[in-house]
């Protein structure tokens, strides 16, 4: 396994809650914590794996549920801890496939939860299998591990099934680059800046469809609980292009 690059330095934290994704509303920050709130159970405690700029944390811990993180960024972690109530989240500056929140911490969890497509920061099938190791590491038996991220857009890219573009207007054009021999996903971003050139962001992700997840909760002791497209429980089917898993530690 190699060392996770940290793709959120000062200047994507800077801005990074400023994004008009509907993530950031909320409503949906309420329909997300209680989702997690209601697995984490009254006084329950929560990790959250990539806890980032606290936009999940912070509402989850606010409905009582006692919340740690990890993150790899000090610059995310930085920008929650400025936040009413950041700084009384511990957090654990390291990677979240093989760091441990705290000392004494194994096995004390109700809940973990890796969000906002963040297991495919992780761009190794090793990785990914350790990430999942990792959380059934810090879950009591029946604690519950809950992944949100994409349905691998393969399908829905050009004929060649390479390129598909989900962005295209004057300030930014994104193209998702796929090579389904790696199952790597290069997302890469064009924005332009003042002076009217474009610069441009790419980033590395692992993609995996859900039952190869599904195996690697298998490996690491967890069995699928609940399968949904999206926080508010829509049913998920053929058609969706994402999903907010649920295992559970045998
Ligand atoms: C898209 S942000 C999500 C932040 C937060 N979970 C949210 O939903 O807003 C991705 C976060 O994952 C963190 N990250 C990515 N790979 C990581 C790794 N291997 N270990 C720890 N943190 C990682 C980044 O530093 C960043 O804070």
Redesign the pocket.
Known sequence: MTD?V?Y?GAPVAASYDDDSDLRFSEEHLALESGFLAELAGERGRAL?L????G??ALPLAARGVSVHG????EA?VARLRAKPGGAEIPVEI????TALAGVGLEGEFDLVYL??N?IG??ASQDGQVATFANAARHLRPGGCFVVETGVPGVLWAQPDHRYRVFSHTDAHHGIDEYDPVTQLMWSHHYTRGEDGSYGRNSVPFRYAWPAELDLMARLAGMRLRERWEWWDRTPFTADSESHVSVWEKE
């Open positions: 996770p940290d959120f959250e990539a806890i980032g700029t936009r999940v990890i993150d790899l960024s995310m390291g990677d979240f496939s969000v906002f963040t920061n992780v």
